[in-house]
């Protein structure tokens, strides 16, 4: 385990040292909220954030494996390609926004946006989601043990959202579907990635695209 | 009575100015399909443009240089303010951004080839970079777009520039579309969409929004591409001043201003014909903006939006623009609106000129379609020759007049050099009307 | 366009700690506006006593104002100068006719707050100096607001700069761009306000003195605004015993809340919380849109 502190080195020559290194565990240090850490990282690293962390944390992962004990700002995991994040705190908006693969694991809340924009990837929130998560989402799939807020799924392509709590409002297009065993092998296995054993897969609702708006219609002129 | 035969006690039947024949098929249009009209392309109506300026020659007062024979130097570096690679070209024409799904692949070919040809750079669109692309641009820079269309970091860091777009002239404050019939496979899976669904483009960007968070946004593109590439902001014209003031601040390299006239691949004609301002009147607010941050020539302008002629090239840069982008220009060069194609733009119901369909994808030219038959019309090696043919001409036009000037370098071009043909215009750049001294708003006369 | 941090202490005992916390806050907000800054600090009230922050104080102007002021408050007040801002304490008898001697007096002195409590400074350059001119530091008191500007649509000006206090005790900071704010200044002038700025924010601020005078409480004010303001926001807000947050629906404008038994604090971003007293112990959220979120001192 090697220990990087953002006391004693700029953020810029520890993210060059993540960015070069090909394998190993790193604990970064002191991060006080500081934005765009671990960002970047191409290879299987192991890194550790001890504490909270501001916008981007781990932006555009791709193969590394990056725990935050603490709270992220926005963005989290923006953009990630593969690896996963694990954030043991809650989430600020947009967590995982154009994520492509790869999985991001939110022990606490995540704020609004959770998933906007989602490209593939696979995101697991323990707690509850705030309004507009899952907006324009594209692909993947969008875990949610609590509950969600306004507006869940609007204007959803073919993203599946999984919901244990209640929704407050679904928004434009998106529409509640029968439970497959193919969905709900999907969420059993994604609560098990998430290393949640608490939480049945029994008792979650999935949503998906109704689909309407794939195609410019006048009754629809009103949603677009 | 006879046919010919006017009758002098009636009037002659006569179309409204207000509901003209346009408009009255406008509204026929509204009704029938009950949904806004999409097109491409830009702009129609006649705005205030570069022709409404003229430069005054040497005479008497000043001196020219010798046309051919006398350097006139119109390379142009841009992002030297932070970036550890800045771009260098050998002209002050660029070529805007036009992604792979608005356009085939053969166009997107030919747009590097030529442009790689005259020495400058091309620029990726929504739905992300192809390799062919990236094989066909030396200088490449990749758009970074509220979509986030095929974004990946591999590309981000393989490219040249990154450009940062809040929004383009055509539709500040708006979203892109691409209709279903543009949704090829290719394409799709690019954007990871369905296929031959109506895409919806988000206006917003899905993880930021205000130029104090834009700021973080650029740090962390900083640190993933190792502080080399310069960061340039895309806005489209409507508050230039406070626009590029704020580009500055969140910490841009370069700023790209685009006027109304800039083209679209498939915009609301309402959004095309009626949001932003021309790019004429954009120009002098921007660059008060820099001046007033001492950051002009610092911080790069690139202008865009209705470039057409060296004309337009020589006076863009002697408003104070750093560099100009051409897209809707380009393609015309590329083969767009050809004479050749008449009856086939008759079959669509337009004329060679007229053709502003490319949402649905049936371009004859083969350059706004995915259709492969279609697409393949385009030889990107002919197309690449005519439009490094015509960057040419470009570059040499403004050289002449900066020549004529007096200047050894088509950057030493400046305000004074000009004067306005029109009260507009001599208010919108505050140049003195042509034959005066005097701009609207100016005390003294 | 900014970043925006307030502190609400519940512990009587940091008391002391109130202008050195907040500047620590201010000063990790430069980044998000370097061009000026600005803060509040309540200080606690003297029964019987008014105070006026006066700004624009040079010494060509100082010697006249303050016999001018000593003139109407017979002799009875007192005049504490922090670089060019003037703290004035007098009776409350005195406030009408010191308002409109320092409303005529020009030559760049303008009211910056007025109330039992609350102080007012702000300044142009970054936060580091501004804190610095107005040993924000040594400050003590029960609550405080401070916000960095970057500016947007009006100019770098003392006067452009947040917070805006346009009621007794009141003072209001605002992240975002409101979008309907000159028909809102419009209505408000029709109303009787008064405005010193092109701003945005000092219609939201107006907006909230005009409900509040009107008998609002500060919650049901920040309530209403909801349907009125229109646009990006977060506002903090203080009155003389009160502290609020508020976001738009849309929340796209950043905002953390930390609460402690000793404090409830604000930031733009959590890195301006970072080095606040057992930091890691406090409940770390973000507030939701449309929710008022408010603390009350006990009267």
Known sequence: ???????????????????????????????????????????????????????????????????????????????????????????????????????????????????????????????????????????????????????????????????????????????????????????????????????????FHVYGSARTLYHFHVDNASAY | MTKNHHDVTKTFPRYSATFDEFTISQIQRAAATGIYDIRGGGTKRKLPHFDDLLFLGASMSRYPLEGYRERCGTDVVLGTRFAKKPIYLKTPVTIAGMSFGALSAQAKEALGRGATAAGTSTTTGDGG????????????????????????????????????????????????????????????????????????????????????????????????????????????????????????????????????????????????????????????????????????????????????????????????????????????????????????????????????????????????????????????????????????????????????????????????????????????????????????????? | MCGIVGLFLKNRALQPELGRLTSLMLETMTERGPDSAGFAVYDGAAAGHRKMTVRGISSSNAGDLESGFLQITGNNGNVHQRCDHLVLTYAEEHETPLRAYMNEFGRGVHIASCGDSIELYKGVGLPEHVATRFELKTMRGTHAIGHTRMATESAVTIAGAHPFSTGPDQCLVHNGSLSNHNSLRRMLVREGLAFDTENDSEVAAGYLSWRLSRGDKL?????????????????????????????????????????????????SEYRALAELPAIQNAKVLEPEPQKVYHWEHAA
């Open chain 1, 1 to 203: 385990m090697k220990t990087l502190d953002l006391r004693t080195a700029p953020l810029r020559e520890i993210n060059r040292i993540l960015q070069n290194e090909h394998e190993g565990f790193y604990e970064i240090r002191n991060s006080s909220g500081q934005h765009a850490l671990a960002v970047g990282l191409t290879a299987p690293l192991s890194v550790t954030i001890d504490g909270h962390a501001g916008y981007y944390a781990a932006g555009m992962n791709q193969n590394a494996r990056i725990i935050i004990n603490g709270n992220v700002g926005q963005g989290v995991a923006e953009n990630m390609m593969s690896g996963s994040v694990h954030v043991k705190g809650c989430a600020s908006s947009s967590a995982g926004a154009t994520a492509q693969g790869g999985l991001l694991v939110i022990d606490g809340d995540a704020g609004a946006r959770c998933g906007i924009s989602l490209k593939g990837a696979n995101i697991v929130v323990r707690g509850s989601v705030g309004h507009m998560s899952a907006f324009m989402a594209q692909s993947g799939n969008l875990v949610i043990c609590g509950d969600a807020g306004d507006a869940l799924g609007d204007s959803l392509y073919e993203t599946r959202i999984f919901v244990k709590g209640k929704v407050r409002s679904l928004g434009a297009d998106c529409e509640e579907k029968e439970m497959t065993p193919q969905d709900l092998e999907i969420l059993s296995s994604l609560l098990n990635d998430a290393g949640i054993h608490d939480i049945s897969a029994s008792g």
């Open chain 2, 129 to 445: 970079m192809t390799p062919e692309e990236r094989r066909h641009s030396a200088t490449l820079v990749y758009q970074y777009l509220p979509s986030r269309y095929g974004m990946n970091p591999d590309d981000l860091r393989k490219a040249d520039a990154i450009e940062i777009v809040i929004g383009q002239g055509a539709k500040p404050g708006g979203g892109g579309m691409l209709l279903g019939q543009k949704i090829s496979e290719r394409v799709a899976k690019m954007r990871d969409l369905p296929v031959g669904i109506d895409q919806r483009s988000a206006c917003r960007h899905p993880d930021w929004t205000g130029p104090d968070d834009l700021e973080i946004k650029i740090e962390e593109l900083r640190e993933i591409t190792n502080h080399e590439k310069p960061i340039y902001i895309k806005v489209g014209a409507s508050r230039p001043y406070y626009d590029i003031s704020l580009a500055v601040k969140a910490g841009a390299d370069v700023v790209v201003l685009d006027g109304m006239q800039g083209g679209t691949a498939a915009t609301q004609e309402v959004f095309i014909e009626h949001v932003g301002i021309p790019i004429l009147a954009a120009i002098r607010p921007a660059v008060q903006a820099l001046q007033d941050l001492g950051m002009h020539r610092k911080v790069q302008l690139v202008v865009s939006g209705g470039i057409r002629t060296g004309a337009d090239v020589a006076k863009a840069l002697a408003l104070g623009a750093d560099a100009v982008a051409i897209g809707t220009a380009a393609l015309i060069a590329l083969g767009d609106q050809s004479p050749d194609l008449a009856s086939e733009y008759a079959n669509l119901g337009a004329k060679p000129g007229t053709y502003d369909d490319w949402q649905d994808g049936h371009d004859p030219a083969g350059i706004t379609t995915q259709d492969p038959e279609l697409a393949q019309r385009l030889d990107p090696i002919l197309g690449g020759r005519r439009l490094a043919n015509y960057l040419s001409v470009l570059t040499m036009e403004a050289q002449t007049l900066a020549r004529a000037c007096g200047k050894s370098h088509v950057h030493n071009l400046e305000p004074e050099d000009l004067v306005a043909l029109t009260l507009e215009a001599a208010a919108m750049t505050q140049l003195p009307l042509a034959g005066t001294n005097w701009y609207p708003g100016k005390p003294g006369y």
């Open chain 3, 219 to 267: 919650d049901q004010a920040l309530e209403s605004s909801i349907d009125v303001l229109d646009g990006f926001y977060t506002f903090v807000v203080g009155t003389r015993d009160g502290f609020a947050v508020l976001r738009d629906p849309v929340a796209c404008k950043p905002a953390v809340i930390a609460e402690t038994d000793d404090y409830v604090a604000f930031a």
